[in-house]
């Protein structure tokens, strides 16, 4: 698997990488009567051998083996989306993954096996995607891979008509985001991470974790996560304060030792900052010169874009500038 660099991809794999959450959150938001037809007590999760370099891997992919009622294999792939931007592309890479992990699926077991319905002896495992998606652009994507391709009802037979399960976070009310303790939590942070509201939400995010201070893996747990918010909200969305204010409210016997975890990472972030501001600044200079020799002058809007993209956003439209014929393409 591709080395987990995003803190957004670290604690998503930190929290929904456990078989108890990952059953618990899949349980929930897949459709009644896909749920139904699954036997959860079997769900475990796969190994990576899955994934190659040629398929452009996500990081925080999680595959997780399931049986059916009934004794047939199936898989579900969760997939994480947590950019600024929609992908364009993903039904072409939830494609390109069910070949992979069928593929992956022939090698490993024979076309014969002993506990398996002779009807079903050649058939593949089923493959359920879902899409967990916490950005803050609307997710406009179509969810059937045949809207992708172009619409000739006299060919639909030779067009695949497979689909993607969506959880988009921004659809829920909080009252809505229930279960355990860890699930909740995650749910909570991960639709608050962009939004300004997330000062008002702490504290409430963080009274639901006075149950997990009793034990080590809890800490390890409230620690990840007060890592993902050091590192991945903005200074002005929460502030030290606000976050070290939650902690000694709500955590009262871990208190002491989690505040130094803050300030720690605090410190780190602050030099991270630095250099990252240093390499923007160039990359933003460098997009503007291409927008402008490909377009000409810039409008305002586009100057105030260029200015406040991080990293990640700056690169994405400078490779689109290799394709777009008009200046709105660079920012789809």
């Known amino acids: 698997m591709a080395t987990l660099n995003n803190p957004h991809d670290r604690f998503f794999k930190r929290a929904f990488g456990q078989r108890e959450v990952a059953g618990e959150f899949l349980q929930r938001f897949l459709p009644a009567a896909v749920v139904e037809r699954l036997d959860w007590t079997t769900v ?21 083996r ?4 009934g004794g047939q294999s199936g898989y579900i792939h969760l997939l994480f989306e947590h950019k600024s ?6 039904n072409l890479d939830l494609l390109r993954y069910r070949v992979r992990i069928w593929e992956q699926w022939g090698k490993d077991f024979p076309a014969s ?64 985001l229930k279960g355990g303790v860890i699930m909740q939590t995650a749910l909570l942070v991960f639709k608050y991470i962009f939004r300004d509201e997330l000062p ?15 034990h ?37 016997d871990q208190g002491e030792q989690l505040m130094m975890t803050i300030a720690q990472e605090w410190e780190q972030r602050g030099e991270k900052r630095g250099k990252q501001l240093g390499k923007a600044e160039g ?45 709105a393409e660079v920012f789809e």
């Open 44 to 64: 475990e999760p796969e190994k990576d051998a899955f994934w190659d370099d040629t398929l452009h891997e996500h990081a925080a992919d999680l595959l997780y």
């Open 66 to 69: 399931i049986t059916l009622h």
């Open 85 to 90: 931007y929609v992908e364009r592309q993903i």
């Open 113 to 176: 096996l002993p506990d398996t319905p002779a009807t079903d002896q050649r058939r593949l495992p089923v493959i359920i995607p879902v899409v967990f998606y916490h950005g803050t652009t609307s997710w406009n994507v179509p969810q059937q891979f045949a809207d992708t391709v172009v619409d000739e009802p006299a060919l639909h037979d030779y067009i695949p008509h497979v689909r993607y399960h969506l959880v988009d976070l921004s659809h829920y009310r909080d009252e809505q």
């Open 200 to 214: 008002e939400r702490i504290h409430g995010i963080f009274g639901l974790l006075r149950t997990l201070e009793q």
């Open 216 to 252: 080590s893996e809890g800490i390890d747990y409230i620690r990840a996560l007060l890592v993902y918010l050091t590192q991945a909200t903005a200074t002005d969305r929460l502030t030290e304060t606000q976050l070290r204010d939650a902690v000694t409210h709500h955590l009262i």
């Open 283 to 327: 990359e933003q200079q460098l997009l503007r010169r291409l927008l402008i020799r490909k377009f000409g002058r810039l409008p305002d809007e586009v100057e105030r874009r260029l200015t406040e993209a991080d990293t990640e956003q700056l690169e994405q439209w400078a490779d689109n500038v290799l394709f777009a014929q008009t200046l």
